[in-house]
């Protein structure tokens, strides 16, 4: 069943704890987590002590996307941190499948990202090894972006490759995501919907999680 997971990098981080607390409550099972380190994104967010902290308080599961140039170092850092699933990005992995299997060696589950400006073509080798893939739906590196719609023609793509191929990772999309877009993200076959702005950004988070989630949801109970 499709998810919404609500990305922290919008919360406010003076009341994180509660924060967290009313979308665990509204039904969230996973909370995204944004590592970026100023060199792959023009951005820093947080280091490893806010996934333990998270880690000792909450039940939900944590999806760490790693904007970082040096995945290989980090990812076990995190991992051991609490992260229960990882996402590298395409373009600074040189040996993608080692990585890959790195993170899923370590225990975690394994995810590939893909930029606005890469094509879903280039996963072919890796999607065999993949837990999920993420589709950038904005380029990495700020919250509060215009979601570009091109990326639902990726996750299209994607869920007939999956289903030409047997295979079953989830597809997940991060950037932009909100109430006017997300009955057609649900339609396009989207697994896991990231939700930074439109649940934290808001006055009521836990209110704005049930409404998106519930959105989705009845997208596709509706046979158009
Ligand atoms: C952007 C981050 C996103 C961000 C999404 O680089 O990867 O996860 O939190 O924020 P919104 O939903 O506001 O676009
Ligand atoms: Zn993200």
Redesign the pocket.
Known sequence: MIQIVP?I??ADFMRLGEEIRSVEQAGAQMI?V?IMDGHF?PNFTMGTPITESIRRSAHVKLDH?L?IDDPDTYAPIFIKAGADSVSVHYEVCRNLDRTLHMIRDHGALAGVVINPATPVAVLTEVLGIVDYVLV?S?N??????KFIPRSLGKVRELVRLRSERGLNFAIEI????GRENIAEIARAGVDWV?????VF?TRDASEAFRELQHSARGALSIKV
């Open positions: 990305s990098f919008a995204h944004d994104v996307h904007m950038m904005v990495p590196g700020y919250g509060g972006q991060d950037g932009g995501a990231v939700a930074g702005s439109s950004g």
